[in-house]
């Protein structure tokens, strides 16, 4: 029974081990739940950005740099992962690619909220 029971640990610990973290974290901010990446700072979507399509690169990605994402890493659920134009990987969320924005200087800034109408902090459900 020891042993039935040993093996139904290592085979609990493993399965669990199997599922990643989600890429991003959620954040209580002045504006309700929102993600961050694991520093803490805030994610933005881009309404140029088509559904699974980076639209920011060069400039643009110096100022919102994406949210990467590993070379093997894989869809999760609602995150998705989005090829780059340089072959680079990044994540999205719901279809929605999402970046940081340079002038947050710490963690729960949204000083990129509703630049140029087309920058929207990501919203938690």
Do not use: Q
């Not at 081990?17 to 700072?41: I, R």
């Not at 881009?46 to 894989?74: E, T, V």
């Not at 690619?97 to 140029?116: I, S």
């Amino acid at each position: 029974m020891k042993t039935i029971l040993s093996a139904f640990a290592i085979l609990l610990a493993s399965s669990a081990l199997s599922f990643a973290a989600e890429p991003a974290k959620v954040m209580e901010g002045a504006g309700g739940k929102m993600y961050t990446d694991a520093n803490g700072m805030t994610l933005y979507t881009f309404d140029k950005d088509a559904a699974g399509k980076s639209a920011c690169n060069g400039d643009c990605a110096a100022k919102w740099p994406p949210l990467m994402a590993a070379a093997d890493a894989k869809d999760e659920g609602d995150w998705t992962i989005v090829t780059r134009d340089d072959g680079s990987k990044m994540w999205a969320y719901e279809g929605k690619p999402l970046y940081t924005y340079v002038e947050d200087k710490k963690a729960g800034d949204v000083t990129g909220e509703g630049k140029g109408g087309v920058w929207h902090v990501a919203k938690a459900d």
